[in-house]
């Protein structure tokens, strides 16, 4: 088993159920949260050197590009509508970022 993969895997998963934790409550927290275990996987992404890899690394810097405004939106303008809309950009592209880690796990299986 790839531990690296394993927790590539556990950081984008978790930031994908994170922003949609978002969706259902509004907080501030969880926003918070989201946006940090998302940056924590853009970190992952670096420097990974596969196919599909500047998908992937594109894919979670939009989230991230979702997330942090999202954050400042709702903690400095009380914008909560604008917040959850940001957020639902970043859960379309965590799972475009899954979709894209999928068919990279389907391709390296194919290549042994």
């Known amino acids: 088993m790839n531990w690296g993969k394993v927790f590539y895997m556990f ?3 978790m930031s994908l159920t994170t922003s949609a934790a978002f969706i259902f409550e509004h ?3 969880a926003l918070f949260i989201a946006g940090s ?10 420097g990974v ?5 500047a998908e992937l690394l ?8 979702h997330l942090i405004p999202a954050f400042f939106a709702m903690k400095f303008y009380t ?4 917040a959850v809309g940001l957020v639902i950009g970043a859960v379309i592209a965590n799972l ?3 979709f894209i880690s999928m068919i990279e796990s389907a391709k390296q299986k194919t290549e042994f």
């Open 79 to 82: 914008n909560v509508d604008m």
């Open 37 to 46: 275990v998302n940056v924590v996987s853009t970190l992952m992404k670096i």
């Open 27 to 29: 907080s501030l927290v």
């Open 58 to 65: 594109a894919g979670s810097l939009v989230a991230d590009l």
């Open 96 to 98: 475009y970022t899954i």
């Open 11 to 13: 950081f984008t998963l």
């Open 49 to 53: 050197r596969n196919v599909l890899s």
